[in-house]
């Protein structure tokens, strides 16, 4: 079974200790590739040596987080242009969005950073990974003018409604990237994904957070993207097979690895 896990954190510190046995459980269990986003500068170091440490297998992003934004955040940016122009090994740019869940202090800057990053994209001909919590609306906004330009990528961590859902597939070139949420009891998501086509979705974990079921409790990582799967199987009422395919060719293709 060939699973990409499109969105796992891999190089912060709750690996530090076992990442070879947590890379291997992922080979294990299918995972043919690993796509990692960036926090902000401070963990660009450790990102690119997880993956330089396992060259065609984890693949970089780089970006600002929306909970990484203050009022430094053009200087944060400024990095983040230099590495796409000095190493253009980045896959997208991400994590990017905005985030209203625990601050809304930076709201006007966090609006600012991510339309300057998805320019950013857009010079690059890069993906955009949009992290978005309690600010639909306000990414909607930012979003619109980009309605009809190649702008392309993937909501990460989707957890909307069906409306939400709606919006975001009058955009062709964005896809709902699922993860262990989709298998809590009280998740709205499995009603949500039966009016998204399966074509739309990739598979994530986000690791270490959103341990899916039955894993609740623990460290998430790669290897529990199977999980995700088998829950998305069930939802589709197809063979988790045909699931696996599908998500991971179109999730090389927004990334651009299909070789």
Known sequence: MNIVDTHAHLFLEEFTHDLPQVIQRARNAGVTRIFMPAIDSTTLKPLLEVCDAYPDYCFPMIGLHPTSVTDTFRQELAIVEAELDA????????????????????????????EMQINLALQYNLPVVLHCREAFTYIYK???????????????????????AAYIMQYPGFLFGINGV??????????????????????????PYLTPMPHRGKRNESAHVRDVLYKVAEIYQTSPDKVAERTSTTALEVFGKLR
Not at 93 to 110: A, C, F, P, R, S
């Open 142 to 164: 930012v979003l619109e003018p980009y309605r009809h330009t190649a702008l392309r990528g993937i909501f990460h961590s989707f957890t909307g409604t069906i409306e939400d």
């Open 87 to 114: 190493a253009r090994r980045y896959v997208a740019v991400g994590e990017i969005g905005m985030d209203l869940y625990w601050d809304k202090t930076y709201l006007k800057e966090q609006q600012q950073a991510l």
């Open 182 to 207: 989709v298998t809590f009891k009280k998740s709205t998501l499995p009603e949500v994904l039966e009016t998204i086509p399966l074509e739309r979705i990739v598979l994530e974990t986000d690791s």
